[in-house]
């Protein structure tokens, strides 16, 4: 089955700062790739996704780049605000409903 | 529009016990997964339901069931069950769109916890 790879598992940027957060999949066959945002007590929320037919794509201060070649994709937030402050997960799909989450990254963004 | 309606949000019950989570997907959508979050395994895929059948499933024994109503409500069922289970169960509801057109959105999750 597909393995999603997720790096690093926590981080800590200053208000402003950038956050990268990287995954890694192992099914060339995996065609959709979502980033959602987990707040305590809280469901996950889709917060960015990517199909394999595009290589990048960009919402505001959150952007998510895709190389297929290299079986991994990135979470790029921008002037990260306190309320970034949240676990991230990756996922990967070949269809859209069975998703394999990567084990997640917990950002906290420094005042 | 309401989101995705999960109940109850926390239980408690013993080994061996049987246990039984409700989800009302938001209004429209079809198509519902279960994950079980863990510290420990994270995110994982229980099964998705589409038309009161089940279409996927992940590697999960027995003991974990599910069904879909005609109203596209779920439940998901945990039989005999084990420490290990103690988990926030999610369930996400999907408008079933064209193939590669579908986004899960998930409930706030109910929390089993087994004793």
């Known amino acids: 089955g597909e393995n999603v790879e997720q790096h690093p598992s926590t981080l800590s940027v200053q208000e402003g700062d950038s956050a990268v957060i990287k995954c890694t999949y192992s099914d060339s066959a995996s065609n959709y790739f979502p980033w959602y945002k987990q707040e305590l007590g809280k469901g996950p929320q889709l917060i960015i996704d990517?199909?394999?037919?595009?290589g990048e794509k960009k919402d505001q201060r959150i952007a998510v780049t895709l190389n297929k070649t290299a079986k991994h994709f990135s979470l790029h937030i921008t002037e990260t605000q306190p309320e970034d402050s949240a676990v991230y997960f990756c996922?990967?799909?070949?269809?859209?409903?069975?998703?394999?989450f990567g084990a997640g990254t917990t950002v906290t963004v420094r005042a | 529009k309401a989101g995705v309606t999960q109940t109850p949000r926390y239980l408690i019950k013993t080994r061996g016990q049987q246990v039984t989570l409700s989800c009302s997907p938001i209004s429209g959508h079809r198509s519902v997964s279960w994950y079980q979050q863990t510290p420990g395994q994270g995110l994982q895929f229980l099964f998705e339901?589409?038309?009161?059948?089940?279409?996927n499933k992940g590697n999960f024994p027995g003991r974990f069931s599910g069904r879909q109503f005609s109203n596209s409500r779920s439940e998901m069922n945990v039989s005999t069950l084990e420490l290990g289970d103690s988990a926030l169960y999610l369930c996400?509801?999907?408008?079933?769109?064209?193939?590669?057109?579908?986004?899960?959105?998930f409930g706030a999750g109910s929390r089993l916890t087994v004793l």
């Open positions: 339901y589409f038309s009161e059948t089940q279409r």
């Open positions: 996400a509801s999907s408008l079933e769109g064209a193939p590669g057109a579908n986004v899960l959105t």
């Open positions: 990517i199909r394999s037919n595009v």
């Open positions: 996922a990967a799909s070949k269809n859209d409903y069975k998703l394999s």
